[in-house]
């Protein structure tokens, strides 16, 4: 079955340009558009309501606050950790995006904010939260989701491997 209107449940395909404050913070192109599932909260919430009802070749500029983005910033969302505690393979420097892993196996994205000999402050907010976002989005593609990718919640990428 043909879509041609993005509604839950379509899997669609976006290329866009993100600014913050002026500043171009991601560029996705023709060569890889995103695809994602609507409806699944795959994307930013803002821009997930903002598509509904587009259509392919639609376009719109969009400026979302924090909280129709990443969310507001929470200063109580950093920890400092012993430097040898932590098990991460790459050297350390502030900036740097690290994957950590707590006791029960979960993993959190966070960011290096402060280095000393001994201790490593991480900051596991994410790293656009509390700005606001601009977005210039066109729609390059929809297709109905498959029943995996519908109870996944998520697209599921061909594999290329054979």
Known sequence: MAVDTITDGVVVSLVYVLTVDG?????????????????????????????????????????LPPELAYGDYDP??????????????????????????????????????????????LDFNPPLAGKTLTYDVEVVALREATED????GHVHYADHDH
Do not use: C
Not at 36 to 56: F, M, Q, S, T
Not at 83 to 106: C, M, P
Not at 149 to 152: I, N
């Open 23 to 63: 500043e171009e913070v991601e560029r996705v192109d023709m060569d890889e558009p995103l695809e994602y599932l609507h409806g699944a909260g795959n994307i930013v919430p803002g821009l997930e309501e903002l598509l509904e009802g587009k259509r392919v070749g639609d376009r719109l500029h969009a400026t």
């Open 149 to 152: 990718e519908q109870a996944h």
């Open 76 to 121: 109580e969302d950093v920890d400092e950790f012993e430097r040898e505690l932590l098990s991460i393979d790459t050297e350390l420097e502030e900036g740097l995006e690290v994957e950590v892993e707590d006791e029960d196996g979960y993993t959190y994205v966070a960011t290096v904010t402060n280095l000393t000999d001994d201790m490593v402050t």
